[in-house]
């Protein structure tokens, strides 16, 4: 297993591609604050594959969706190398059927990564629900399709 400072972003960024991984994702990841829109979680998933983080992947996993099985395998060979997102306003134009509701949202992506040497993407367009629990409104990933 590699040590925890081998897997951890430099300080000065984030894995998502954002601003410095403590002012970026690690509030999220840690915690200490929660995503205020569905891109923002998005980009904290991305950042919790690349660290392995399998409990807040879960945490985030809307319940009626998410996987019995692990998410991120202990000896996951994949190396991420970086995470695009579309915009969702182009999104919302090339799909006439999906939902306009402030507590549902769309994400595409394109995630890079590597295993064994060789390069892979990955494109998904990604649902997102917010409910609130306790009185704090949270976003959840529900689920996605690729994109041809």
């Not at 923002?40 to 992947?57: D, F, H, K, P, W």
Request: glycine content about 6%; charged content about 20%.
């Amino acid at each position: 297993m590699p040590s925890l400072q081998t897997i951890m972003p430099s300080p000065s960024s984030c894995p998502c591609g954002g601003a410095a991984f403590a002012a970026c994702c690690a509030p999220f990841l840690s915690g200490d604050a929660v995503p205020p829109t569905a891109e923002a979680l998005m980009r904290s998933r991305y950042t919790a594959y690349t660290l392995g983080n399998e409990a807040y992947l879960r945490a985030t996993w809307h319940p009626s969706t998410v996987p019995a099985e692990p998410i991120v395998g202990e000896n996951d060979p994949a190396r991420w190398l970086g995470l695009e997102i579309k915009s969702a306003l182009r999104l919302r134009k090339r799909q006439a059927n999906l939902l306009e509701s402030p507590d549902a949202d769309t994400v595409e992506f394109v995630a890079r990564y590597k295993i064994g040497g060789r390069a892979h993407r990955l494109h998904e367009v990604s649902r997102f629900v917010r409910e609130t629990h306790d009185g704090v409104a949270r976003w959840y990933y529900l689920d996605g399709s690729f994109p041809d």
